[in-house]
T-cell receptor, first 113, second 110 residues
Framework: DQQVKQNSPSLSVQEGRISILNCDYT??????FLWYKKYPAEGPTFLIS?????DKNEDGRFTVFLNKSAKHLSLHIVPSQPGDSAVYFC????????????FGPGTRLSVLP | NAGVTQTPKFRVLKTGQSMTLLCAQD?????MYWYRQDPGMGLRLIHY???????AKGEVPDGYNVSRLKKQNFLLGLESAAPSQTSVYFC?????????FGPGTRLTVT
């Protein structure tokens, strides 16, 4: 049973609009959450993180929101750019230990010009 | 800085053959990891290392062995490859929040 779910395998958004990528988790002990971005033929790249003591973290065009009661997090990209087209993985962990992170299956974002 | 590099990028093996995947990082990171990625699934941890000379099992360690003889290198070995090991393998290293990933090795076992 997947502990970290990304129920939308793909998402298409118009350039300049907001992209919202969602992630749900089942383990209430998770307290660190990360988002990674992956281009074809490359490894994932760390994007942004949030710990459970916060409900929002912002870095430029990227904002992650955490709703602990719903066990849900989302990544907002505003405004979306064609270069944002990639696969996005969310990952969750008990403690900020790399070996503990559980990854979701990813969402493929396409930003259309 | 090259970051995290992986060798080879592609490989085709026959069932029962052995091979070693090499991961190297030049960031002086203590932690290193090997993951596999299969269609429709997230990255799954095979083995990891918290420092030179130490290794530990991850979520899916069966059929793999690892060694960390030098801090900058983390080797993943398949002693007797099976078709179920067809996958994309990623190495990563870390120090603090987030991991730095290599470009991956696509392995096919026929």
């Amino acid at each position: 049973d997947q502990q970290v779910k990304q129920n939308s395998p793909s998402l298409s958004v118009q350039e300049g609009r907001i992209s919202i990528l969602n992630c749900d988790y089942t383990n209430s002990m998770f307290d660190y959450f990360l988002w990674y971005k992956k281009y074809p033929a490359e490894g994932p790249t760390f994007l942004i993180s949030i710990s459970s003591i916060k409900d929002k973290n912002e870095d430029g065009r990227f904002t992650v929101f955490l709703n602990k009661s719903a066990k849900h997090l989302s990544l907002h990209i505003v405004p979306s750019q064609p270069g944002d087209s990639a696969v996005y993985f969310c990952a969750a962990s008990v403690g900020n230990y790399g070996q503990n992170f559980v990854f979701g299956p990813g969402t493929r974002l396409s930003v259309l010009p | 800085n090259a970051g995290v590099t992986q060798t080879p990028k592609f490989r085709v093996l026959k069932t029962g053959q052995s091979m070693t995947l090499l991961c190297a990082q030049d960031m002086n990171h203590e932690y290193m990891y090997w993951y596999r990625q299969d269609p429709g699934m997230g990255l799954r941890l095979i083995h990891y290392s918290v420092g030179e000379g130490t290794t530990a099992k991850g979520e899916v360690p069966d059929g793999y062995n690892v060694s960390r003889l030098k801090k900058q290198n983390f080797l993943l070995g398949l002693e007797s490859a099976a078709p179920s090991q067809t996958s994309v393998y990623f190495c990563a290293s870390s120090y603090g929040i987030g991991q730095y990933f290599g470009p991956g090795t696509r392995l096919t076992v026929t």
